[in-house]
């Protein structure tokens, strides 16, 4: 399920847990905002729960009810992408890669799939450069 980040209500600290609370919403479509809490061990690629803000979009997996896997794909800025993505390791090529881009279709910086690059929220082609 992808939701967009519409509030961040708490990030649990020292006897709150390990969590961050969210009031989010089904991306793209919208519906209903819900609540969700997600353990600092199920985000896959955030630096740190903290840096979770309003507009980023998430790739959550549950288990029942839990949040069992939260990845983040997108941010609304480049600035809070960066500042909160932990992109995986960069290995060498022979030719530039491009690893975020500004999605032309959802309108987000988004983590950037596969080869050709894609966009992780929509699956749109990476821009030209």
């Known amino acids: 399920m992808r939701v967009v980040i519409r509030e961040v209500l708490n990030v649990g600290g020292f006897f709150a847990g390990e969590t961050v609370t969210l009031a989010a919403q089904p991306w793209p479509d919208g519906g209903p905002e819900q609540t969700v809490t ?49 992109q995986p390791p960069i290995l060498p090529t022979p030719t530039p890669r491009v690893l975020s881009f500004r999605c032309p279709a959802c309108k987000v910086w988004a983590a950037a799939t596969g080869d050709p690059p894609v966009c992780a929220v929509c699956g749109a082609a990476a821009p030209h450069s």
């Open 38 to 86: 997600i353990d600092d061990a199920a985000l896959t690629n955030v630096i740190a729960r903290h840096l979770l803000a309003p507009g980023m979009i998430l790739e959550l997996q549950f288990a029942g009810d839990r949040v069992e896997q939260a990845t983040l794909l997108g941010a609304p800025d480049y600035a809070g992408l960066r500042t909160a993505w932990r």
